[in-house]
């Protein structure tokens, strides 16, 4: 079943006006593995009713001692109001394990290209720290298109400023600053399709072969409709779809949700990794981890919506229809499916996690 980390504030520093970075300490002094790009699904009870919420690291496990969250405070945020105003150093943290695919890439990539805005740079900021450590990777260059309002938003700025000192001709930058004028390394200007293009083939060559483009690899971490635009636009310049890598932040509040009806019954058998088996009956029109948690089975999961893949499990037998907000893809043996927005289509229906 989901394992439970407990950890101490062991540092609380101010980013940006609306940010904070946590570092965090195990209680138990057992180190926590987690790769660059990976995020803690933190875990609180808040009037009465369990949350979670992801955030990612900010930290490096090849450069950080103690790993460390960076969380900007929305407005009427429950959960990064309380971390960012009301959590102080030597508070505990209850977390689920670190989850998560934004992972650097297995092979060494021709050429790296990152779009970030706001606090989306988090879990880019923690490829970075791994890219530039890494020996083999000296000739790979690295393009980052960030946006936000203005400098002082600009979560860690002095660190990017500092690489791109370090690393001349290998690492280049764009701010986009929506609010401010006159800053090094920024253009005046939101991030429009426009820009990002002019951007994009003056970092891989206006006339790029087909070869130049394949071994471009992306990154995004940015508002949905900014990242739709640039997949949008790379699509339509010939890269390849399976070379982009997203990371959503934020739930689409289009998602639907079915009606549950409790008189057509599905049973679902979980397999964890380590051997214990669960069986457990869906309601016609209830996701498999609402039906999970109803009945009191601890599946892991963070967001509830799709986004965060903390939930994923892959079929092993029977069929479920995984409801997306623009599809529904009906999905069998092998596919990996998240229980968070998946329903039971066969009578029986078997994952494995
Ligand atoms: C994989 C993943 C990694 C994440 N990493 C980070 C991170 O490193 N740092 C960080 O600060 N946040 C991160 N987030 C977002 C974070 O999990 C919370 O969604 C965010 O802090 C808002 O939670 P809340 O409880 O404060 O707001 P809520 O009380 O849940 O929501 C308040 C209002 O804000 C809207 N909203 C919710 N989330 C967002 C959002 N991200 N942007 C804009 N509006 C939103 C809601 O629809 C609602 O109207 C990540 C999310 C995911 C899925
Ligand atoms: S819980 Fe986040 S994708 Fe399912």
Redesign the pocket.
């Known amino acids: 079943m989901e394992k439970r980390l407990l950890w101490r504030v062991a540092e609380k520093r101010w980013e940006t006006p609306e940010a904070v970075t946590l570092r965090l300490a195990p209680t138990d002094g057992q180190e926590v593995p987690y790769q660059p790009g990976q995020?803690l699904p933190l875990v609180r009870t808040f009037h009465l009713q369990e949350e979670r919420?992801?955030?990612?690291f900010s930290s490096c496990p090849h450069t950080d001692a103690l790993p460390s969250?960076?969380?900007?405070r929305?407005a009427?945020?429950?959960?990064?109001?309380w971390l960012v105003r009301q959590v102080h150093e030597g508070d505990l943290l209850e977390s689920a394990e670190p989850a998560?695919r934004f992972l650097l890439p297995d092979r060494k990539p021709e050429r790296l290209l990152y779009v970030a805005a706001g606090?989306g740079m988090?879990?880019i900021f923690s490829h970075l720290k791994a890219i530039f450590q890494k020996k083999d990777w000296l000739d790979v260059p690295v393009r980052l298109l960030y946006a936000n309002r203005d400098s002082q938003h600009t979560l860690f700025k002095k660190q990017i400023d500092h690489w791109i000192a370090a690393w001349p001709g290998r690492f280049q930058v764009t701010y986009f600053f929506s609010r401010e004028r006159g800053v090094a390394n920024a253009e005046y200007a939101h991030l429009s399709s426009a820009l990002f293009e002019r951007h994009l083939l003056a970092f891989v060559g206006d006339k790029a072969k087909a070869s130049a483009r394949r071994g471009l690899v992306t990154y995004l971490c940015a508002p949905t409709p900014l990242m739709r635009m640039v997949r949008m636009s790379m699509r339509a310049l010939g890269f390849l779809d399976e070379n982009i890598r997203q990371?959503?932040?934020?739930p689409d509040?289009r998602l639907q949700r079915r009606q549950a009806n409790p008189s057509r019954r599905h049973r679902v058998v979980v397999r964890f990794a380590h051997g214990q088996r669960v069986e457990f009956e869906t309601f016609e029109g209830e996701t498999i981890l609402q039906a999970a948690l109803r009945q009191g089975i601890a599946l892991p999961y963070t967001?509830k919506s799709g986004?965060?893949l903390s939930c994923l499990a892959r079929c092993v037998q029977g069929e479920v229809e995984v409801q997306f907000v623009e599809q529904t893809k009906r999905e069998g043996p092998g596919a990996w499916v998240n229980t968070c927005i998946s329903y039971a289509v066969s009578e029986a229906v078997e994952l494995a996690l």
Do not use: H
């Open positions: 995020y919420r992801a955030y990612s969250i960076t969380v900007k929305l009427n945020g429950l959960f990064s109001t998560g606090s988090t879990p990371e959503t932040f934020t509040p967001c986004v965060c």
